[in-house]
T-cell receptor, first 113, second 109 residues
Framework: DAGITQSPRHKVTETGTPVTLRCHQTENHRYMYWYRQDPGHGLRLIHY???????DKGEVSDGYSVSRSKTEDFLLTLESATSSQTSVYFC????????????FGPGTRLTVL | EDQVTQSPEALRLQEGESSSLNCSYT??????LFWYRQDPGKGPEFLFT???AGEEKEKERLKATLTKKESFLHITAPKPEDSATYLC??????????FGQGTELSVKP
């Protein structure tokens, strides 16, 4: 498995505050992803990156931004958190596209009050 | 539109009682179908990838199969430690995984 860590693992914040979640991988994987997981929904893609400074939107990108300044780090920012962004957030990484496996981090539980 | 449906949503088995989980999909340009296991409070853990209809893969008590419209995860003589949520995720032609909602499996001793 890829060495993927996420920080923080748990966070409680208030509506309107900015929040940044960090994903760090040690496998030198090119592709990185941010998902959210909510009851009644499968994992939904927020944003992804296909290289340093190369990012694109996923299915549920509104209210989120991302940055990738180094291969190993992928940041997810909620500019102004809302209660609808209360969720569990997972980061994933993958070496290439093709047939490569996507590996997941342990998740961050975010609560927006 | 790409779609993935997993059934049943929840499955309760007695230890040793074999069964199957279903993943029905409509995905254009399928580039593999992935199965993951997820334990409570943890990230998904990779189990299998299947690439073509008729392909089968096995790992311990689990066997995954693939047709052009469905994938099955067969669990033979399950144990309590097999209790988890199992996620199916076809990969579309753009390389993205499309996740089903999962099947929550509970195996009682």
């Amino acid at each position: 498995d890829a060495g993927i860590t996420q920080s923080p693992r748990h966070k409680v914040t208030e509506t309107g505050t900015p929040v940044t979640l960090r994903c760090h991988q040690t496998e030198n994987h090119r592709y990185m992803y941010w998902y959210r997981q909510d009851p009644g929904h499968g994992l939904r893609l927020i944003h992804y990156s296909y290289g340093v400074k190369d990012t694109d939107k996923g299915e549920v990108s509104d209210g989120y931004s991302v940055s990738r300044s180094k291969t190993e780090d992928f940041l997810l920012t909620l500019e102004s958190a809302t209660s609808s962004q209360t969720s569990v957030y997972f980061c994933a990484s993958q070496q290439g596209l093709g047939t490569d496996t996507q590996y997941f981090g342990p998740g961050t539980r975010l609560t927006v009050l | 539109e790409d779609q993935v449906t997993q059934s049943p949503e929840a499955l309760r088995l007695q230890e040793g009682e074999s069964s199957s989980l279903n993943c029905s999909y409509t995905v254009s340009g399928l580039r593999g179908l992935f199965w993951y296991r997820q334990d409570p409070g943890k990230g998904p853990e990779f189990l299998f990838t299947l690439y073509s209809a008729g392909e089968e893969k096995e790992k311990e008590r689990l066997k995954a199969t693939l047709t052009k419209k469905e994938s099955f995860l067969h669990i033979t003589a399950p144990k309590p430690e097999d209790s988890a949520t199992y996620l199916c995720a076809p990969r579309d032609q753009g390389g993205k995984l499309i996740f089903g909602q999962g099947t929550e499996l509970s195996v009682k001793p």
